[in-house]
C-alpha cells in the first residue's frame, strides 16, 4: 500500500495532496480507482492536473502485466528438484522431491518410510552437497544406521564424517518442541543476507503423526489448532525458505476395509504430494523386501498410478531402473 505524499510525483503538490486527503483519499489505490472527475469537483483543482498526476502514478506503481507462461518460467527458475536416491520413486515423483512444497508418506509400519526418507537425507547430503534438518519423532534413527548408508554411497573416512555433519539430527517428542525449532529455523534464514543462505535444501520430520495423535481425538480443540499450525509452518517455511519438506504419516482403518492416512480431512488438505507405501512381500522382516509407492494426492501426476522398489537386507533401497508407472488397486479414500 502506497500512501500519497507532497512530492511522490511531479504535480503532487501539498495544497493537491491536502485536499485529496479531505476526500478520504490517502493512497495511490484509492486515487487511480476514483472517478476523477467528480473528484477535481469536490476538491476544487484542475482535472488537468489530476489526470496527469493519476497518469504518473499508474505509471509508476501498477505492475507489468505478465502471463502465464511468465508465471511458471519464475517458478522452474527457483525451484530445485532433489533425487530422492531410487529412479523409481524418483520417476513416480515426477523426477523428485520439489523445493517449496511439502510430501508426505504414508504407510503401515514396516512398510518403508523410514527407510524413504532415510535414503532421500543420505542422497541429499552425499550427492548434492546440501544439508538436511532431520527430525525423528519416533527414536528410529541411529548414527550407525546412517552411517551405513553414507558408507555405500561415499569412499574415505573424510567424505563420510563431511557427508554426517550436513544432516543434522533432532529428536522430539511433542508438539511445542516440533514448532520450536521449526520457527528458530526459519528465524536463523531471515537473519542471514539473501544470497548467502544456509544450504539446508530439506527438513524432514519422521513422523508428523507421532507428535500430533496423542492431542488429537475427542473434544480436544487445542489438538486441531495445534496441527494447524503445524501445517502453516511447515507450508510457509517450504514456501519461503524454498525448501523440500517430507513428512511421514501412519494409516488408520478406513470404512470400507482399506487404509486411509491418519490425521483426518483437515490434515489431507496440507501435503502437496502423498505417496501410500505397502509391503508386497510376506514373510521377512521389515526391513527388507519389495515395497509399492502409490500416489494417493500429486498436482503433477495422475493419482493411483503406482510403482513397486526393493529395500535390501541392509535395509538400503535397491536402486533399480525405473520401471513403467501402472494403475494401483483400490484404495481407502481420506
Known amino acids: 500500500m502506497v500512501f500519497l505524499r507532497e512530492g511522490i510525483c511531479p504535480g503532487a503538490t501539498a495544497q493537491l495532496i491536502q485536499a485529496l486527503k479531505d476526500q478520504n483519499v490517502v493512497t495511490v489505490m484509492h486515487l487511480v480507482s476514483a472517478d476523477v472527475e467528480d473528484l477535481a469537483q469536490k476538491c476544487s483543482v484542475s482535472y488537468k492536473t489530476l489526470v496527469a498526476v493519476r497518469r504518473v502514478l499508474l505509471a509508476q506503481y501498477s505492475p507489468f502485466p505478465s502471463n502465464g507462461a511468465d ?6 527458475g527457483s525451484t530445485a528438484i532433489l533425487s530422492t536416491g531410487n529412479q523409481k520413486l524418483d520417476s513416480l515423483l515426477d523426477s523428485g522431491l520439489y523445493t517449496g512444497e511439502l510430501t508426505e508418506f504414508v504407510g503401515a509400519p514396516g512398510t518403508g518410510k523410514t527407510q524413504v526418507c532415510l535414503s532421500l537425507a543420505v542422497n541429499i547430503s552425499c550427492e548434492l552437497k546440501q544439508k538436511v534438518l532431520y527430525i525423528d519423532s519416533t527414536g528410529g534413527l541411529t548414527a550407525s544406521r546412517l552411517l551405513h548408508l553414507i558408507q ?12 554426517l555433519q550436513r544432516i543434522e539430527v533432532v529428536r522430539v517428542f511433542e508438539v511445542y518442541r516440533l514448532l520450536d ?31 500430533l495423535s496423542s492431542i488429537l481425538g475427542g473434544h480436544q480443540l487445542e489438538g486441531m489448532s495445534l496441527m494447524m499450525q503445524l501445517a502453516r509452518e511447515l507450508k510457509t517455511m517450504a514456501r519461503e525458505l524454498g525448501v523440500a519438506v517430507i513428512v511421514t504419516n501412519c494409516v488408520v482403518q478406513d470404512t ?39 500416489i494417493l494426492k500429486s498436482s503433477r501426476q495422475p493419482t493411483k498410478i503406482s510403482t513397486e522398489f526393493d529395500i535390501t537386507s541392509y ?10 508407472q501402472h494403475p494401483a488397486g483400490d484404495l481407502g479414500s481420506n
Open 71 to 76: 508465471l511458471y518460467e519464475e517458478l522452474l
Open 152 to 163: 555405500n554411497q561415499v569412499d574415505g573416512v573424510e567424505g563420510q564424517s563431511e557427508a
Open 181 to 211: 525449532i521449526l520457527q528458530d529455523l526459519r528465524m536463523s534464514f531471515t537473519r542471514q543476507v539473501s544470497g548467502a543462505r544456509s544450504s539446508v535444501k530439506a527438513v524432514v520430520i519422521d513422523s508428523v503423526s507421532a507428535v
Open 256 to 294: 470400507g476395509g482399506g487404509v486411509k492416512p491418519a490425521l483426518g480431512r483437515s490434515w489431507s488438505y496440507v501435503p502437496n504430494i502423498r505417496i501410500l507405501l505397502q509391503h508386497r512381500t510376506e514373510g521377512v522382516g521389515p526391513h527388507s523386501g519389495k515395497r509399492s509407492a502409490t
Open 315 to 324: 535395509g538400503t533401497l535397491s536402486n533399480q531402473a525405473a520401471s513403467s
